[in-house]
């Protein structure tokens, strides 16, 4: 293997998240059936496949210049060959957030899940729309599409805990104990963090990288914070004595039981 693969795959992120999945996969196939097909489950699993699958991609067209460059041309970026953010734009900023914003209406009180709906309409119109009409193009920065789904994201994470402090079913939970808490406290760090970054993406790199990939890492150790949530999500059932079950998947367990009964 040339040194290029290991400049390209040879990260300490790629290792992390990689790890991860294997975790994370071990405890989701423990879990039965039922737990499998519940999207409290399986939706941080699919996220954390994703992510890893996203990842590895963007690293690939980093080592596969040919490929990165064809792609460009595709889709009509002739001028700047080396950039692969129509990779991370795709996937990081659209499809991982409409990813997270069906997380985050899983936690919510079945009032409240209308909001998303609509905040997942609204963001997969107004994307199409700049993109296919030219005004933030897949292969450059986008500033708008990320803000607007960084700003539902926030607006989602503020309706639970908006939730927790009104809701009889979270008021009697402990939420230091709830993975759904620490979950949405990281993705607000991490999309407030990182706001800033995503939004001057190319101007960083382009006239001081040295601090565009200083800052990028804080994205990069809140993103593995994040899967560690997903994985102790998904290992919940077997984590009793430190995390309590989510009151509303709680709920509907019993729902489910009494009506089986």
Do not use: C, H
């Amino acid at each position: 293997m040339d040194s290029r693969f290991w400049k390209a795959f040879g990260d300490w992120y790629l290792f992390a998240i990689a790890a991860f999945l294997v975790i994370g996969t071990y405890y989701f196939l423990k879990l039965n059936r039922k737990e499998q097909a519940n999207s409290y489950y399986w939706l941080p699993f699919l996220i954390l496949v994703f992510t890893v699958f996203y990842e590895n991609l963007g690293a690939y067209t980093n080592y596969n210049f040919e490929f990165k460059k064809s792609v460009n041309a595709f889709l009509g970026n002739t001028e700047f060959p080396k950039y692969n953010l129509w990779v991370y734009n795709l996937t990081n900023k659209q499809i991982s957030t409409i990813l997270y914003l069906f997380l985050i209406k899983t936690w919510l009180e079945p009032s409240k899940k209308k909001y998303i709906n609509w905040m997942l309409i609204v963001f997969v119109s107004v994307a199409m729309f700049l993109q296919l009409s030219g005004i933030e193009p897949l292969y450059l920065n986008q500033p708008f599409i990320f803000s607007m789904g960084a700003n539902m994201i926030l607006l989602g994470s503020g309706l639970y805990f908006i939730g927790i402090i009104t809701n009889d079913m979270y008021l009697k939970a402990n939420p230091f104990r709830l993975l759904s808490f620490w979950q949405l406290t990281f993705l607000l760090f991490t999309y407030s963090l990182t706001y800033i970054n995503s939004m001057t993406m190319i101007y960083l790199y382009e006239f001081n990288a040295p601090l565009g990939e200083s800052i990028g890492q804080i994205d990069r150790v809140m993103g593995v914070l994040n899967k560690a949530i997903l994985v102790l999500i998904i290992a919940s059932p077997f984590l009793g004595r430190f995390f309590d079950p989510e009151p509303f998947n709680a709920s509907k367990k019993v729902s489910d039981l009494s009506t089986q009964i």
